[in-house]
């Protein structure tokens, strides 16, 4: 079946860096676009950044142009988020997301999440 296994995540002072990983597997990982969302208290789940599955396009929320970076490796079924110069308002659960969409059909995965906490 479809996983989507979110890792990384903790707590971290800010001005600090934590990188999440996400392991994928059941389904072809090459073929889906991936991107990262997050999920503050109180708030709706927002885009944080997506990169295409073909030449690998990265997209960003302007909230974190500059200091994210999504990657990812088709080899090793992993997508990533290297997020440095952390900001309290950062702090969310962070959710890694599979999208493929041919034509009016659309597949569309969802991890788990893993918190991610920004804080002195």
């Known amino acids: 079946q479809v996983q989507l296994v979110e890792s990384g995540g903790g707590l971290v002072q800010p001005g600090g860096s934590l990188r999440l990983s996400c392991a994928a597997s059941?389904?072809?990982?090459?073929?889906?676009?991936m991107g990262w969302y997050r999920q503050a208290p109180g708030k709706e789940r927002e885009l944080v950044a997506t990169?295409?599955?073909?030449?690998?396009?990265?997209n960003y929320a302007d909230s974190v142009k500059g200091r994210f970076t999504i990657s990812r490796d088709d080899a090793k079924n992993t997508v990533y988020l290297q997020m440095n110069s952390l900001k309290p308002e950062d702090t969310a659960v962070y959710y890694c997301n599979a999208r493929r969409k041919i034509l009016a059909t659309v597949w569309d995965y969802w991890g788990q999440g893993t918190q991610v906490t920004v804080s002195s």
């Open positions: 059941g389904f072809t990982f090459s073929s889906y676009a």
């Open positions: 990169i295409t599955n073909v030449g690998s396009s990265t």
